[in-house]
């Protein structure tokens, strides 16, 4: 049994959507259009939304359980707003949006390492700390990152 809930953030309260790469040139031009992806029909769920989870430190347990099988330079996190949009609760862990989020309402994440110059992939969130910072671009300066096989990453 599915039970909906309703609820609407008053403050700023950030969320965030794991995306593949070859999304990102729509993504930066439409926004998050609400979608049953592959994923979802995969598990017979038919619900068109907009997926996200609002926990950082859970970034490295999404990409496992979705995304287990692609390369790490494949996938984007992108971060936006909850702040006065109507989001819905599908389960503990399941949380969507019915309604477009606008490109120029989301960012998306890099991880930059300091000591080395360098930007390193999704899955070293995890590893932030004040040598490896997060920094959050528009999309409007959307590059994707690229994988650099002289790059060495302990």
């Known amino acids: 049994m599915i039970i909906l809930n309703e609820f609407i953030w008053r403050k700023d309260h950030y969320a965030f959507h794991i995306t593949n790469t070859d999304a990102m040139v729509n993504i930066c031009k439409q926004g998050l259009k609400p979608l049953s992806g592959e994923r979802s029909k995969l598990v017979n769920d038919d619900i ?19 995304y287990e099988t692609k390369d790490i330079y494949e996938l984007e996190l992108l971060k936006f707003n909850l702040k006065n949009r109507k989001w819905i609760k599908q389960n503990n862990d399941e949380f969507y949006l019915p309604n477009k989020i606008l490109p120029e309402r989301l960012e998306y994440l890099r991880i930059y390492d300091t000591e080395k110059r360098i930007y390193l992939p999704l899955n070293f969130i995890d590893s932030v700390d004040e040598k490896r910072i997060i ?3 528009s999309l409007d300066e959307y590059k ?11």
């Open 135 to 137: 920094v959050w671009n």
């Open 48 to 66: 068109k939304g907009i997926f996200f989870f609002d926990c950082l430190s859970s970034v490295s347990d999404w990409v496992e359980v979705l």
């Open 144 to 154: 994707p990152l690229v994988k650099n096989k002289n790059q060495k990453f302990e």
